[in-house]
């Protein structure tokens, strides 16, 4: 139980397109989702918090126009980094949480992101 | 500005030997998280804390809780090559939200 997906792993994208990622909770109902950042041999960077049919709450410095999150859904959310540049290029990993007991966080695979 | 000082940032073992991470703060938090992530892949959970004092096992891994729920750490028995990773203490601060350690690149050779 308690499986996250997210699509796709890769992209490679031109600089100023966009790019969205999904981030699915499969056999659970996510009460809330995480987006993270980061870097490489580096920890996790929380960028913001989304809960289903509200707005999300970004982290300071985050900008929110530039990464645009939607939670449609209990089971998806999406990330969409807006006018992607080189400086955009990272590792992107949500994480879904069903409010269990412990409120336990359950990570998705991660979305290797690369702006040319 | 991080929370949780994780140590030592990198370590490096032969199998067979023992290690241990150590996860410390100032902040109290109401429960703390191990993840272990290998390259390429989101973090794995491995134990959840929630009791000041509390000791789990995980096979080769025994993970300690503090007494004042402030720190943390995870001892590894016999390292193994497959115990290789990035290894991610979490607190838990509010709102679900989790505050990360550094993390730790271990590494055990053959």
């Known amino acids: 139980g308690a499986v996250v997906s997210q699509h796709p792993s890769r992209v490679i994208c031109k600089s100023g397109t966009s790019v969205k990622i999904e981030c699915r909770s499969l056999d659970f109902q996510a009460t809330t989702m995480f987006w993270y950042r980061q870097f490489p041999k580096k920890s996790l960077m929380l960028m913001a918090t989304s809960n289903e049919g509200s707005k999300a709450t970004y982290e300071q410095g985050v900008e929110k126009d530039k990464f645009l999150i939607n939670h449609a859904s209990l089971t998806l959310s999406t990330l969409t980094v807006t006018s992607a540049h080189p400086e955009d290029s990272s590792f992107y990993i949500c994480?879904?949480?069903?409010?269990?007991?412990?409120?336990?966080?359950?990570f998705g695979p991660g979305t290797r992101l690369t702006v040319l | 500005t991080q929370l949780l000082e994780q140590s030592p940032q990198f370590l490096s073992i032969q199998e067979g030997e023992n290690l241990t991470v150590y996860c410390n703060s100032s902040?109290?938090?109401?429960?703390l998280q191990w993840y272990r992530q290998e390259p390429g892949e989101g973090p794995v959970l491995l134990v959840t804390v929630v009791t000041g004092g509390e000791v789990k096992k995980l096979k080769r891994l025994t993970f300690q809780f503090g007494d004042a729920r402030k720190d943390s750490s995870l001892h590894i028995t016999a390292a193994q090559p497959g115990d290789t990773g990035l290894y991610l203490c979490?607190?838990?601060?509010?709102?679900?939200?989790?505050?990360f350690g550094a993390g730790t690149t271990v590494t055990v050779r053959a």
């Open positions: 979490a607190g838990e601060i509010n709102d679900y939200k989790l505050s």
């Open positions: 994480s879904a949480t069903g409010g269990n007991s412990y409120n336990e966080q359950f």
């Open positions: 902040s109290v938090f109401s429960s």
